[in-house]
């Protein structure tokens, strides 16, 4: 007999709908699914916040800023600005 295949979305689901049901305490629950309690909290509110799509991970890190676009008249005048200062700051080789 072949072991089941599971995936974490299918578990993350069945987390989040065994948590809604209450079936359990919740801490067994988190134990059970392998999740810290704090990590089982944070699942319910995304879900409360964002809906079903809650099983989805989700990067790390806060997505990296963009320059602002400039100007086209700024352009030119902060490049002659760096061009006249070109003592100031560390040495160019």
């Known amino acids: ?6 995936h974490v979305v299918d578990e993350r689901r069945s987390f989040v709908t065994e948590a ?14 392998g999740i810290s309690r704090p990590t ?6 995304r879900l ?5 799509p809650v099983s ?3 990067p790390q890190h806060p997505p990296a800023p963009r320059p602002r676009p400039q100007a086209p008249q700024t352009r030119p005048a902060v490049v ?7 003592e100031v700051g560390p040495r160019r080789g």
Not at 1 to 6: I, L, R, S, Y
Not at 20 to 33: A, E, M, N, T, V
Not at 48 to 52: H, K, N, Q, V
């Open 1 to 6: 007999m072949p072991f089941g295949e599971t």
């Open 20 to 33: 809604q049901r209450s079936l359990r305490s919740f801490s067994g629950l988190c134990q059970r699914y």
């Open 56 to 58: 989805y991970d989700r």
């Open 40 to 45: 089982g909290y944070k699942w319910i509110q």
């Open 48 to 52: 409360e916040r964002e809906g079903p």
């Open 80 to 86: 002659s600005r760096r061009l006249c200062k070109r």
